[in-house]
């Protein structure tokens, strides 16, 4: 039987004014049913399980994720503690049962239709925070925005949010109706929202949920080439885990690496340490599939860094020092 979890320092944090009081550290379950290998169902419940005895409150999923799987799990694994938890979902990438992705749809009709099928499979009556997974640009924000509000106004959902929108189109959307929070990658080596984004939504009191905090794994230091992963998994594809960029974001590692060790830290902690260290407005949701891996990941609430350490972290890992996109395809970003 796996040891209870411990973490002193799993604080809340209030994602926005307007948003709902999360744990620190969150969860993101992508990786339970779909992009990164084979799953297993009892294990991620197993691991959904102990997050919430550990004080995890915020789970995040989507309708996408499985494909429509991902939803299903994160309900059956938190319907007891459904009281206790925030769930976050999304909307607004289309995919096919095969699993293709066909493109994206945010008008009002599909938003509602959307909607009423992830409560489905969450089980729940309401969507504690629902976000727009990505803009389209065939459908004003304001008309997805204004759908996203009659949600809001029906019941249907708490609090709405944006994934990796521009700054123009947050400043449109929140103009219809508060914005909580926007999704958005960030981490210490993906540090671009901190040039525009971040200083918009801090400019509108929206809150920051950070997902791939621990850059799909590649925070963590155990992963030096793509030939360990199982053929399925999506990293294959990724333009930072190929080729000469690979290794250069290694060399990058290496460094962090140093500095985790002289904390006593591993390189997963310190990277999620340094991100809790950006404000009491970001919520990182590093995703697991495995209890041992979520042990790690929020034993770093506990991990305080002191600017000498940060400004180290700064230094090791400067904004856009990473080699390579973070998608093959970058256009559906920052829209």
Known sequence: MPTAITVVG??????????????????GCMGMSDFYGSFDDRESLATLQAAVDAGVTFFDTADIYGPFSNEALVGRGLASARDDVVIATKFGVVRTSAGQAVGLNSTPAYVHRSCDLSLQRLGVEAIDLYFQHRVDPNTP?????????ELVAAGKVRHIGLSEAGADTIRRAHAVHPI??????????????EAEILPTCRELGIGVVAYSPLGRGFLTGTLVSTDSLEASDWRHHAPRFTGENLETNLQLVEKVKA???AKGCTLGQISLA????QGDDIVPIPGTKR???LAENITAADIQLTTDELAQLDAAMPVGSAAGDRYPDMSSVGR
């Open 259 to 261: 500095i985790a060790a």
């Open 10 to 27: 799993m604080n809340t944090r209030n994602i926005s004014p307007s948003g709902p009081k999360v744990s620190a550290i969150g969860l």
């Open 274 to 277: 340094w991100l809790l260290a």
């Open 141 to 149: 924000i304001e008309e997805t925005v204004g759908a996203m509000a």
């Open 180 to 193: 909580a929070a926007l999704q958005v990658e960030y981490s210490l080596w993906s540090r671009e929202i």
């Open 291 to 293: 209890r041992k891996w």
